[in-house]
């Protein structure tokens, strides 16, 4: 009997103990939260406030870009200068693009994407060295996906021609290694009276622009859009034997008032255009060509164009691939002025830092006709270097 109180005994003094215990640990926890927590909770609601944030948790959000700036030596044979340019082979830009899964076939997304370039290379004059410093917006649309049926994208977008003469699977066109977007060419045509640049792309409008799902390969895209542009392009990627292919072929028809035709209301312009780029992938030797026609309605002549560029992309360090090339080309305008030009260049990439370095250097043999401002022949050479780095 007594061995029982003692055991009932004992058994409530370790209770009140643990009672003790747990009161007091209580009153500890609870003295912390009154002076720390509200602190805390001070600097979470600041940091909110001062981090950005996407709308919802249903959408992804993905933040892009890059910087490209270069100098950009020149020298028309009656002046020559240096300034700092931004290129527009790929000019420095970001954007903001993401995507939601509807059903395990289909998928909505979106892309802003803008640029702001201070010194568009493109665009610099003989007595301007900063061309004209204002926004470029170049995407600016939704998309819904179907990997059955394809996708359709509405908004500011690419047109279905888009990109079809710059198909490239190097890496030179970094390096101004373009058909189009010459270093100078508003030097050329404007202070020198040289033709007009371009590769008859449309670019990006505000239109409705559907692409088909890959088949085999092949990929047809259709766009139409502003008042009134249409296009339909052709592209096809694969890889034969060892090498790689991809090319493009695209037509296109605008009859906006703005498309800079001609003084008719809705003069018509007709495009056609394309592009084809070969690599052997164990050498790293390519070729890229490309290619286009324009005639509108109020043009006396068709204008055209044609590039061609080849080298080769190996890893001969371990910064990254280097691609040396050299490229060649023509560009006549509806007035019959001409560009002949050839040139060479070499980019190095330096993976580690999602870069390239580049250097390029072309020469223009530029005939006015009758409207050349320094003589029927006149020389233009241009050195652009410096990099671009991706985020």
């Known amino acids: ?213 890959t088949f085999g390969g092949f990929v047809v895209s259709a766009a139409w859009g502003e008042d009134d542009l249409w296009d339909v392009a052709v592209r096809y990627a694969g890889e034969w034997g060892g090498f790689k292919i991809a090319a493009g072929i695209a037509y296109g028809e605008n009859t906006d008032r703005n498309n800079g035709a001609g003084p008719s209301d809705d003069p018509a312009v007709e495009v056609l255009n394309g592009g084809l780029s070969i690599m052997h992938s164990p050498t790293g030797l390519f070729v890229t060509g490309s290619a286009g026609t324009r005639d509108a309605d109020d043009f006396a002549d068709e204008e055209h164009f044609w590039f061609v560029s080849g080298g080769i992309e190996q890893k001969w360090n371990s910064l990254g691939k280097t691609t040396l090339f050299g490229m060649g080309g023509e560009q006549e305008d509806r007035l019959d002025r001409t560009a002949t030009f050839w040139g060479l260049g070499v980019v190095q990439k330096i993976d580690a830092a999602a870069m390239d370095l580049f250097v390029s250097y072309r020469h223009y043999e530029l005939d006015g006709g009758t409207v050349g401002l320094f003589g029927p022949e006149d020389q233009f050479d241009t050195v652009v270097g410096g990099a671009r780095i991706k985020f």
């Open 1 to 213: 009997m007594i061995g029982g109180l003692f055991k009932t005994t004992s058994t409530l003094a370790l209770a009140a103990v643990a009672g003790l215990m747990v009161s007091g640990v209580s009153a500890k926890a609870a003295d912390l939260g009154g002076d720390c927590c509200a602190d805390l909770e001070e600097r979470v609601a600041e940091l909110e406030a001062t981090t950005a944030r996407k709308g919802n948790r249903k959408v992804s959000l993905e933040v892009y870009g890059q910087v490209t700036t270069a100098v950009m030596w020149w020298d028309d044979g009656y002046e020559d200068n240096v300034y700092v340019v931004d290129p527009q082979t790929s000019n420095t830009r970001f954007g903001f693009r993401g995507s939601a899964r509807v059903t395990p076939d289909i998928s909505a997304g979106y892309q802003i994407e803008l640029a702001w370039q201070q010194a568009d290379a493109t665009k610099v004059r003989e007595d301007n060295d900063e061309g004209e410093d204002m926004p470029e917006f170049r995407q600016a649309h939704w998309y819904i996906k179907s990997e059955t049926w394809g996708k359709v994208r509405v908004g500011f977008a690419d047109t279905a021609n888009s990109g079809i003469a710059e198909i490239d699977l190097s890496n030179a066109s970094v390096a101004d290694g373009m058909s189009s977007s010459q270093a100078g060419s508003a030097i050329m045509q404007n202070d020198m009276g040289g033709p007009a640049f371009g590769n008859y792309e449309f670019n990006r409008a505000n239109v409705v622009r559907y692409d088909t799902p």
